[in-house]
Structure formats: structure tokens, C-alpha cells
């Protein structure tokens, strides 16, 4: 199992992101995905969530609204897209898939959220 993600950066209070995760390893239509981030000193928490099929989606409170889950299951990916992003935003964020009873998580990707 790989999960590659991409789309961090810098960005200005008020901007917009979009992260991608690329997978690879398992049959990526039968599992739903999940994005999380960690700020320093902080725990990894739940961003948002995708079912297998797409069919549904649930999200942290502080991000309802805000960003929107979605998945490309001809392409094995997964997005985030990030809107009216905060400086309390800033954190690694993680791709994640529970395949097998295991846990799988990828590099991360930096986002930094300041002006």
C-alpha cells in the first residue's frame, strides 16, 4: 500500500489549497479514505472522511463548511479542497486508508496558512 500526497503550501489567510493523494496497492474503490493533520505539539486528529463509493462524507466541526472530501476512483485519489483557509490550519496533513486491519499513512504534505 502507497499513499503519496500533494498540493501543500504557503497560503494566505482567506486562501484556497487543494490536496491530492495518490494511491497505489489496494483495490482503492472498495475502502473509504480520510485525511488528517498535525500542528506541532499537537495530536493527529480527523479532518475528513469518504466512503468507498463516495456516497458519504462527514468532517471535523472546525473545517465543516469550509473544505470538501472527494475522491476520483478511475484514478486512485483522493482530494482535499481547502477554502477561507485559517492560520489555526496550519499542520501536516495525512492521506490514511485502514486496508486489512492495518493502518496506512502517507508522508504528509505541509500546509502553512499566514500572512
Known amino acids: 500500500v502507497q499513499l503519496v500526497e500533494s498540493g501543500g503550501g504557503l497560503v494566505q489567510p482567506g486562501g484556497s489549497l487543494r490536496l491530492s493523494c495518490a494511491t497505489s496497492?489496494?483495490?482503492?474503490?472498495?475502502?473509504?479514505m480520510s485525511w488528517y493533520r498535525q500542528a506541532p505539539g499537537k495530536e493527529r486528529e480527523l479532518v475528513a472522511a469518504?466512503?468507498?463509493?463516495?456516497?458519504?462524507?462527514n468532517y471535523a466541526d472546525s473545517v465543516k463548511g469550509r473544505f470538501t472530501i472527494s475522491r476520483d476512483n478511475a484514478k486512485n485519489t483522493v482530494h482535499l479542497q481547502m477554502n477561507s483557509l485559517k492560520p489555526e490550519d496550519t499542520a501536516v496533513y495525512y492521506c490514511?486508508?485502514?486496508?486489512?486491519?492495518?493502518?496506512?499513512w502517507g508522508q504528509g504534505t505541509q500546509v502553512t496558512v499566514s500572512s
Open positions: 490514511n486508508v485502514l486496508w486489512r486491519s492495518i493502518n496506512y
Open positions: 496497492g489496494f483495490t482503492f474503490s472498495r475502502y473509504g
Open positions: 469518504i466512503s468507498s463509493l463516495g456516497r458519504s462524507t
